[in-house]
């Protein structure tokens, strides 16, 4: 094993100090503990549950599925495609066979709602410096290691929300004043989502924070809603979803931020227990249909740092998507199961940075960093000149005229006014 292997899983510092045995259970039960969940390990609903999630309005029958033999369904909405026995969770946990229907769980019942500047999810060429009414509910179909948002990403819809006692409705009149045991109880069907976009003068929703593919169609009817209110929609995703469920959901959303994990299906399956292709599709798939989007890859050491792997992803995004399309390399900080990972350096990013220019991406970006003051620069890629300035999500200069820049005139891409 070398120092690197070693560094990714965790066993620096002890392979020194144990016995080639003790190493190997070691190694086993890391690896155990990094195993993907498999529908048969996620713990059924109690008919109790399933009754009060009912009333709650909390379980809607999903929209992606096929019915099979003895009650058995198929989810279609993801390429993890679960095969669901009856009472069975989808590996995301929030799709249940319930007498051999599907049902997502999570119907108007978000975990986690904020208003964030535009540019935190990363957007930087979408309606610059508005805030975004943002919403997330528990799940999701991957399983990342190095999850930033695990505490709602890996749990089940009832470990994040609380459906005894009274209903509490997220009115714009008591939304200020909730408690966490309300927040806990909250339901925010669609039509409040779009109320309090508005009445917090939001001109976008973003579907964010966790992974918004596995709240599909609660996302869809607030994206339907959002629209008659000219409201737009933001979809910040891991992009691992079927292409029929991106072509039904594409005419409702305005944005997108993909987070392209690495460029290798061995990265995916190791990392993220996902695969590549389907998202490369998703991007193909959001091109054509002319959705804004811009593309995040988090630059894990010893995982994604390969500077072959990143020079390949460029060459792809720009034969296949084009020179104009913002990518984002994005600063690892240890958290769920690669905590004994250091941040990725900062002359990695930075080497990355060089790479996709070098491939003749226009607007390449880093993020979560603070040391480079042009992180978040906007650069005219005629005359080179700073065009949009920011510092830690918060535009400070803008030079831009019509979408042109505003020194020699080139057309900059984006959507810059709603
Ligand atoms: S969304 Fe994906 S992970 Fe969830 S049940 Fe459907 S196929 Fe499985």
């Not at 309300?182 to 001109?203: G, I, W």
């Not at 979809?235 to 959901?249: K, P, R, V």
């Not at 998202?279 to 894990?300: S, Y």
């Not at 918060?394 to 831009?400: C, D, I, K, R, T």
Request: glycine share 6%; charged share 25%; net charge positive.
């Amino acid at each position: 094993m070398t120092r690197k292997q070693a560094l990714k899983y965790g066993l620096v510092g002890v392979a020194g100090v144990c016995g080639a045995g003790a190493v190997a259970c070691y190694l086993r039960s890391a690896l155990n503990s990094r195993r993907p969940p498999q529908v048969s390990d996620i713990p059924p609903l109690t008919e109790k549950m399933w009754d009060l999630w009912k009333k709650r309005g909390w379980s809607r029958e999903a929209r992606h599925y096929v019915r099979l033999e003895e009650g058995i369904v198929k989810c279609l909405l993801c390429p993890n495609h679960c095969l669901l026995e009856p009472k069975q969770r989808g590996r995301c946990s929030n799709r249940i066979n319930w007498d051999g229907r599907l049902y997502t769980l999570v119907y108007g019942n978000p975990c986690s709602f904020h208003i964030d500047p535009i540019e935190k999810k990363p957007l930087m060429h979408f309606l610059p410096s508005t805030g975004v009414f943002s919403i997330a509910t528990s799940g999701c179909c991957l399983r990342c290691l190095n999850c930033q948002n695990w505490e709602i990403s890996q749990k089940r819809p009832e470990e994040t929300k609380d459906a005894s006692g009274d209903e509490v409705r997220a009115t714009p009149q008591r939304v200020n004043a909730l408690t966490m045991q309300d927040a806990a109880r909250l339901s925010m069907f669609p039509e409040d989502v779009v109320n309090l976009a508005e009445r917090f003068r939001c001109p976008s929703i973003a579907y964010t924070y966790a992974e918004p593919i596995v709240f599909y169609e609660y996302m869809q009817d607030a994206a339907r809603l959002a629209h008659e209110k000219n409201i737009k929609n933001v979809w910040i995703t891991c992009g691992h979803i079927t292409s029929h469920a991106l072509e039904e959901l594409c005419p409702l959303l305005d944005a997108a931020n993909v987070n392209l994990k690495s460029h290798s299906e061995e990265i995916y399956a190791d990392l993220n227990a996902g695969r590549l292709y389907p998202v490369l599709e998703a991007l193909k798939i959001l091109k054509d249909h002319g959705v804004w989007f811009e593309v995040t890859n988090l630059i894990v050491p010893t995982y994604t740092d390969k500077t072959d792997m990143i020079r390949r992803m460029c060459d792809w995004l720009l034969e296949n998507i084009g020179p104009d399309y913002p990518l984002h390399f994005s600063r690892f900080h240890p958290a769920f199961k690669l905590t004994h990972l250091p941040p990725t350096p900062l002359d990695i990013l930075l080497e990355a940075r060089n790479i996709a220019r070098q491939a003749g991406l226009r607007y390449v970006y880093i993020g979560n960093v603070r040391e480079l003051e042009d992180a978040e620069t906007t650069f005219c890629p005629r005359c080179k000149k700073a065009v949009v300035e920011r510092i830690a999500f918060s535009v400070v200069g803008f030079h831009l005229k019509n979408g042109k820049c505003g020194f020699c005139g080139e057309s900059i891409v984006g959507v810059w006014t709603a």
